[in-house]
């Protein structure tokens, strides 16, 4: 039974497939304190959060059953994602779910700022009759600076452009060809800065983005600008931004995220007549909150069950039809890049995936994290390493990776070879998935087998003399190691050969000396499979 614990409230509906499952406990427990989140979170496999909870290192430390958090929604800087990647717990978010919630919302700010909405209310209930002192602008003909067209910088320009607007937009990732199919003139920061009558950000908040407004952009900022931050706080510098404000070169700003959440009672925007502010409520429809957690729950149970999944914010995410030609060479680059540091001496220095057949047209980079999961599994142990860290062991480690495609791959069948270099040695071995039948390990180095990869193998190099099989089989039987199957190869009569044996249980330390000391063998490997 796999346990859940949601920490932040979240929509039932929502999660009422998880709540649903037979093999899952959902525990509900919201407004926890890290001390206390620490406490419980050991006995959990998942955790389901939104905005408030900040899942810190010292909370995963103590989730030692921890295989994923689940953010509903799309920002996660309130998980220690380089934490959570180093234990190998996987991140994901529900990035789609809450995108015309949080359009609407900016929307809705913009339009109040216009005309002063929640300033004329005030006055209104307050008993005063004020209409001299609330004129406002209209938003056509404006034009609206976009910082961000992703999911919702893309949307909120659909709509400004229907109300009349020019939409004027800075994002670096954003093709000129598909902003011109959305009627959005792509310019530079600074155009944007001196040119628009309403500005409004939807990036993510990064060491770039931090500030990305600021005093010196005040200062040569539109006199009568207003903007609009529905993104995330500390994109706009807030004290710049009061400045501005009291100098009005900003005729009136609304905000829905600050730096700090939730800021401090004397927050100087509370007081600012020109500031209309939200306590980040961007995202806070019905719609929005039950799509996210459908999401986010969907997700979770893929990932306890072992199951694709997708929107994994710390591995890089796989296009669904490449996952489905790719998924049934999951477990063979595993068991290739474990078997082949079985046998290989050294510090691992370089891993290269060769893909042969209809595999060689496709982009073949996912297959690395589990080609590399197999090999450091067997140098770092199964508990440190999993498909999410893989990646980022391997880059701690200086491994480089090296992608190859096959010169026939036109006429071969699909097949994965793997070749690993390391401080001492060159190895490698080929696999196959073969339908009906499952994988096949088809070479160990030059030497063609057909082997299942399970149970135990012993690789035996020798001289090719006659009476050494006899020998090696002497060895084993007085052992009490039965021999399953046996292949042998070698290149030139007399010269180097192999010998792979299938054994049905596990061979001493002892044995494997036994067999080193028979005269002509060169190295025996034993090579165990999970
Ligand atoms: N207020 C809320 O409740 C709420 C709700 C949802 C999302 N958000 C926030 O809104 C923001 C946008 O969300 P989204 O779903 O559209 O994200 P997104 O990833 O789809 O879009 C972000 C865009 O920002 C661009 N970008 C990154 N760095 C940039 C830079 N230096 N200059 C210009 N553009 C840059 C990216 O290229 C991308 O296109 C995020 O910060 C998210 O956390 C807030
Ligand atoms: O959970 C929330 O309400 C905030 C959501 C929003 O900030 C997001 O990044 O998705």
């Not at 919702?152 to 670096?172: H, N, Q, W």
């Not at 400045?243 to 070169?249: C, S, T």
């Not at 057949?357 to 980079?365: I, K, Q």
């Not at 199964?382 to 880059?395: P, W, Y």
């Amino acid at each position: 039974m796999f346990k859940v614990l949601v920490s932040d409230p979240i929509s039932d509906f929502g999660l009422q497939q998880l709540m649903d499952a037979d093999d899952v406990e959902v525990i509900k427990q919201t407004g926890l304190s890290e001390a206390e989140l620490i406490s419980i979170i050991g006995e959990f496999d998942a955790l389901l959060v939104r905005s408030q909870t900040t899942v810190t290192e010292r909370i995963m430390e103590a989730g030692v059953k921890l295989k994923v958090i689940g953010r509903a929604g799309v920002g996660v800087d309130n998980i220690d994602l380089e934490a959570a990647t180093n234990r190998g717990i996987i991140v994901i978010n529900a990035p789609d779910g809450n995108t015309i919630t949080t359009c609407e919302h900016t929307f809705a700010m913009m339009m109040a700022l216009a005309r002063h909405i929640p300033q004329a209310y005030a006055k209104t209930v307050n008993g005063q009759w004020d209409r001299k002192s609330f004129l406002g602008v209209e938003l056509r003909n404006k034009k609206l600076g976009v910082f961000g067209l992703g999911r919702i910088g893309i949307e909120v320009s659909k709509r400004a452009i229907a109300f009349g607007m020019t939409v004027l937009g800075y994002d670096p990732f954003m093709p000129e060809e598909r902003a011109k199919q959305l009627g959005i003139q792509l310019t530079t920061l600074d155009e944007i800065v001196r040119a628009a009558d309403f500005m409004t950000v939807h990036t993510p908040l990064t060491n770039e983005t931090h500030h990305m407004i600021g005093k010196p952009q005040f200062e040569v900022m539109k006199p009568g600008m207003r903007i609009i931050n529905c993104a995330r706080g500390g994109i706009i510098d807030e004290l710049a931004l009061i400045e501005a404000l009291d100098e009005g070169i900003v005729a009136g700003a609304a905000f829905d995220v600050f730096e700090n959440e939730p800021p401090a009672p004397d927050h100087p925007f509370f007081s600012h007549p020109k500031m209309i502010v939200t306590p980040h409520l961007g995202a806070s429809t019905m719609e929005a909150q039950e799509n996210v957690a459908i999401d986010v729950s969907e997700q979770v149970m893929h990932i306890l069950r072992n199951e694709p999944f997708k929107n994994a914010v710390n591995m890089p995410s796989i296009p669904l039809e490449l996952l489905n030609r790719l998924q049934p060479y999951f477990k063979l680059c595993e068991h290739l890049g474990n078997s082949l540091a079985q046998m290989t001496d050294g510090a691992v220095r370089e891993i290269t995936i060769e893909c042969a057949g209809e595999l060689a047209d496709l982009d073949t980079t996912p297959l690395s994290p589990y080609v590399l999961k197999g090999v450091l599994t067997h140098h770092l142990g199964a508990e440190q390493v999993n498909i999410v860290n893989a990646l980022h062991l391997a880059k701690q480690r200086d491994i480089q990776l090296v992608f190859k495609k096959s010169l026939f791959s036109q006429i071969s069948s699909s097949k994965i070879t793997i070749r690993l270099k390391t401080t001492e040695e060159e190895r490698w071995v080929t696999g196959s998935s073969v339908t009906g039948i499952g994988d096949r390990l088809i070479k160990i180095g030059p030497y063609p087998v057909d082997l299942s990869p399970q149970g135990h193998l012993l690789l035996i190099s020798q001289q090719d003399e006659p009476g050494i099989i006899g020998q090696v089989g002497m060895v084993l039987g007085a052992n009490g190691i039965n021999i399953a199957s046996m292949q042998v190869g070698r290149q030139e009569v007399g010269g180097s050969a192999v010998m792979i044996l299938e054994i049905d249980h596990q061979a001493s330390k002892t044995v494997i000396e036994e067999l080193k000391a028979i005269p002509d063998i060169k190295r025996v490997r034993e090579v165990n499979f999970d």
